[in-house]
């Protein structure tokens, strides 16, 4: 009979245990957060839908193609290496030909890099002509990972980028 009743206590004893209380204690806190949740979904209005998306939209489409239509017209590329090292210079090319392929001649041309993960390494550099409507930059890019460029050409009118994603290897 002994046996019975340490049999009954050690299959009840799992009720009483801490842990067992604890992990309903967290499924129980989760459901509540979600219900929560749920409602406040319900109940409050994300304030992103305008009355007028449609108009709106088609301002945006107006304003893309007068800009278009206004601009030089220039067929504009970002020649970079394949293989990017950090800490070695490369050279960074920016070709631009008008709308007939006769190179185009900017003002002045600018190469940006940016770092999405951290800002204190965005860099700025200016970019030299090579030839008529070739230019280049020697960049050095110091970590590893993605970097984001933009090469800006600025014209008396106004600045016309084009930008590009470059991928430096991890060493």
Known sequence: MNTTTTANK??????RSPWV????????????????????????????????YYESGRDI??????????GPNWTMK?????RV???VPV????????RVGQ???????????????????????PMVQEAPGRYAAQVLFPLGGVWDTLVEARDADAAYSLSKRVSVDQP
């Open 10 to 15: 050690e299959s009840g004893s799992a009720w």
């Open 21 to 52: 209380f604890g992990w309903i204690a967290l499924l129980v806190v989760v459901l509540a957060v979600n219900a929560v949740m749920i409602g406040l979904a319900f109940s409050t209005k994300p304030a992103l839908v305008r009355a007028d």
């Open 61 to 70: 489409e107006r304003t893309i193609v007068t800009r278009l239509e206004e």
């Open 78 to 82: 970002i020649d970079a290496p394949s």
């Open 85 to 87: 090292q950090p800490d």
């Open 91 to 98: 050279t960074v090319r920016f070709i631009v030909v008008d």
């Open 103 to 125: 190179p185009a001649m900017p003002d002045d041309v600018t190469f940006y890099a940016y770092r999405p993960s951290d800002a204190d390494l965005d860099f700025i550099q």
